[in-house]
């Protein structure tokens, strides 16, 4: 059955993100079931899936309730759209829970099917915002260096990888990017521990960043910004936690020249940094948070943005139609799985778990691997985690790129049972939220394996 399908799909199957010459090269790993924090492989082999197959599944895998939710719904109303004046009880009743579980001023929400059509939908509400503000010059999206958005040709403009940008191009006009509050990133390790309120440097590097946020409105003429877009913690960049003054400097800098801030919440939304949304760990006060992921807990596709009451309230009694929604704009299945999900989230307190337990325990595990001689750093907040790779600390120089020593240290993990992602030679975590201690234990152990037998091979 594995050469059969490995066949197939080297004759027909475009993977995402993915070289399709190489892997045509090499084959795919063929998963045939999961269950909990685990993944099984077509060879019989289980992982440890420390990525929550892409940052989404917060519940783990085979969750019976999801299951049912899915089944229930598809023999009632297996579609129906939300156009033209209709609607159904699943998207109604999600739409009600998000109010519910978001920030006090977020009560609207606009369904997708995806994250990247969050961030589509985002973008023409905050410029159409704008415009009925009698303000159609304010267009600008400030965006950030690195950051991932989404695959969109909106998705991609509004992500700063130069690769994606290079491809495909041109790009959606009106969009700029800013540095990114990336301290290790900027060859600054073993200046002090990032997380460290009392280091002065960090702390002054993030107000630094915010600075440059500033300087860009300056630029562009504060009558022409709509927004600054960003995640809580950048996931897919790296895992990239801000030191702890970044968030209230950018806030203060978009009070200052009225401009709308847009919270990515698509990989820390539902629990991932021990709250709901990432935007409630730093007390932002976003006019549009894109949601996805973790919503469904990956079950099933859906995502949506969630709208500030200044924002919607002028949408709604000044806009006239929006023109704009896709066909699985709060699907019926999606919309049963996403509500299901966010009630076990709730029920079970899996966000106070990891608020008050998982994510400090994570954090005291992961930090022992600080000591690894090729580990620069390791840092972790809530349920998501990143180690640097350095082939010399005291010097802090970075591994010789030709070397791929994140892919390979990523390889090694899989053939050791642990699914971790790297990002160059950033090695990232981001587990199911219903992890145990235990399983903690073994991923931490797993992880020091790998690292051990990576810097082995690169000796
Ligand atoms: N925004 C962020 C922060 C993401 O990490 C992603 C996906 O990884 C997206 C948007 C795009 O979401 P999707 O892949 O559902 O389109």
Known sequence: MTDELTRLDRAHHLHPFTDFKALGEEGSRIIVHAEGVYIHDSEGRRLLDAMAGLW??????????????????????????????????PAVKLAAKLSEIAPAHMNHVFFTGSGSEANDTMLRMA?????????????WI?????????????????????????????????????????????????????????DPSAQAFGRDCAAAIEARILELGEDKVAAFIAEPVQGAGGAIIPPESYWPAVKAVLAKYDILLVVDEVICGFGRLGAWFGSMHYDLAPDLMPIAKGLSSGYLPIGGVLVGDRVADTLIEEGGEFFHGFTYSGHPVCAAVALKNLEILQDERVIERVREDLGPYLASRWATLAEHPIVGEARSLGLIGALELV?????????????????????????????????????????PLVITHAQIDAMVDLARDALDETARRLS
């Open 56 to 89: 989404c599944v917060n519940l783990g895998y085979g969750r019976e309730e999801l299951i049912t939710a899915a089944t229930e719904q598809l023999r009632e109303l297996p579609y129906y759209n939300n156009f033209f004046k209709s609607t159904h009880a």
């Open 127 to 139: 410029r159409r915002y704008w415009a009925l503000k009698g303000k159609p010059e304010k267009q």
């Open 142 to 198: 400030i965006a950030r260096e690195n950051a991932y958005h989404g695959s969109t040709v909106a998705g991609m403009s509004l992500g700063g990888m130069a690769p994606m940008h290079e491809q495909g191009g041109p790009l959606v006009p009106g969009i700029t990017h800013v540095r990114q509050p990336y301290w290790f990133g900027e060859g600054r390790f073993g200046e002090g521990p990032l997380n460290d309120a009392a």
């Open 391 to 431: 082939a010399d600390k005291a010097g802090r120089a970075r591994f010789d790129k030709s070397l791929a020593a994140g892919n390979l240290c990523r390889d090694i993990c899989i053939e050791r049972g642990l699914v971790m992602r790297s990002v160059g030679d950033t090695m990232i975590i981001s587990p």
